[in-house]
Structure formats: structure tokens, C-alpha cells
């Protein structure tokens, strides 16, 4: 596939998530797929597991939102810059296993994510962000 047709892949996941719309979500996602996320101790593979571990972040701030800031692409990887912002109203399963009640607190964060597209579908996710941030701004971690 080319960039151009790699780019429409992410742009419907993109859209997907910000329309909470799972199924669409979950038909751009491989089945093979492997997440790679700040604090897990392994990868997580397989579809069903990446979307349990999304959803559940998703899950914790309803109203989450991703505004694409940069991109960069080349073949079958893709480099793309976010800006994030959601309430968290729903419990938050961390990394560690414990899960952080409610806040009530709305964050902004930015996230950096690389992400390999191989015959439409996703294959492997490595998202990057500012953990310790993102605690602070929960009023979890100093700040």
C-alpha cells in the first residue's frame, strides 16, 4: 500500500476514536497486532487484548478527544503527534494493575505514537506519552 492510502488507514482510526465508534475502530486494527505502552511490563498482542487496553483508557475519560498536531510517514510506519484532552469520570486500570478512582480532573496531554500499517490494517502501535504529567495533572503525582 502506499502512504497516502497508510494515512487514510490512521485518519479512520483517528475518527473512530473520537466518534467512540468501535467496530469501526476495531476493522483497522490487525488481528496480529502489538501495542507497546509506557509502563506495561511486555507488549500487549492481539487484537482483542489492544482493544481492551484502549478501551479501558477510553472507558476512564468518556469524553476523550485526539486532535492530530504533526505527522510524518514513510513506507509502513507512521509518526504522528496528538494533542489529547478528556475528563476522567471512570475508574483507571494503571500499568501497575491498580486501578485510580475517579477524578473528576480534565487533562491535556500530548502523546507522540509510531505506528507500522501493513495491508490496511494496523500491526503494531507504540505510543509514547508524558505518564508523570498526565498523574500530575489527576492530582496524583507532584507536579
Known sequence: MSVEDN??????GDAAVNRKDWAAFENIIDESVVLHAPGLPAPIRGRPAALEFIRGFMN???DFHIREVHTVAQG???AREFVN???HTGPLVGADGRTIPPTNKRVEFTEMDLFKIEGG???EMRLYF????FLA??????G
Open 7 to 12: 494515512l487514510r488507514v490512521l485518519n479512520a
Open 60 to 62: 476512564a475519560l468518556p
Open 76 to 78: 509502513d510506519w507512521i
Open 85 to 87: 484532552t478528556g475528563t
Open 121 to 123: 490494517k494496523v500491526k
Open 130 to 133: 508524558d505518564q508523570l504529567g
Open 137 to 142: 495533572q489527576l492530582g496524583i503525582a507532584p
